[in-house]
Nanobody, 127 residues
Framework: HVQLVESGGGSVQAGGSLRLSCAASGRIHSDFVMGWFRQFPGKRREAVATIDSSGRTEYTDSARGRFTISFDSAEKILYLEMNNLNGEDTALYRC??????????????????????WGDGTQVTVS
């Protein structure tokens, strides 16, 4: 079983930056994949970025060039560095963990209920 706890959200002005963290505990598979998705009012979900055990990363078009995903394997913390934020980035950001997928495969499935494990999220508000 894996537990995920996000932190680092908050309120920021347009053009600003935030760094989100997701602390993982429990058994992380050697062929893990982790990532971030965001949830908007009305519950619509959108993938953001993923990273797999080989270090490969994938981003959605809205995140590419502005966001950077990374994973500290020693501390088991997933990060999302977000720059040049705008109002459309306002959402609840949640991290997810699974196994046996590449980063590219996970980008298409991370927001699905059967993905694996999710955290409860951290709110990002851009004004």
């Amino acid at each position: 079983h894996v537990q995920l706890v996000e932190s680092g959200g908050g309120s920021v002005q347009a053009g600003g930056s935030l760094r989100l963290s997701c602390a993982a505990s429990g058994r992380i598979h050697s062929d893990f994949v982790m990532g971030w998705f965001r949830q908007f009012p009305g519950k619509r979900r959108e993938a953001v970025a993923t990273i797999d055990s080989s270090g490969r990363t994938e981003y959605t078009d809205s995140a590419r060039g502005r966001f950077t995903i990374s994973f500290d394997s020693a501390e088991k913390i997933l990060y999302l560095e977000m720059n040049n934020l705008n109002g459309e980035d306002t959402a609840l950001y949640r991290c997810g963990a699974s196994w046996g997928l590449t980063a590219e495969q996970a980008l298409g499935t991370i927001a699905r209920p059967d993905f694996g494990y999710w955290g409860d999220g951290t709110q990002v508000t851009v004004s």
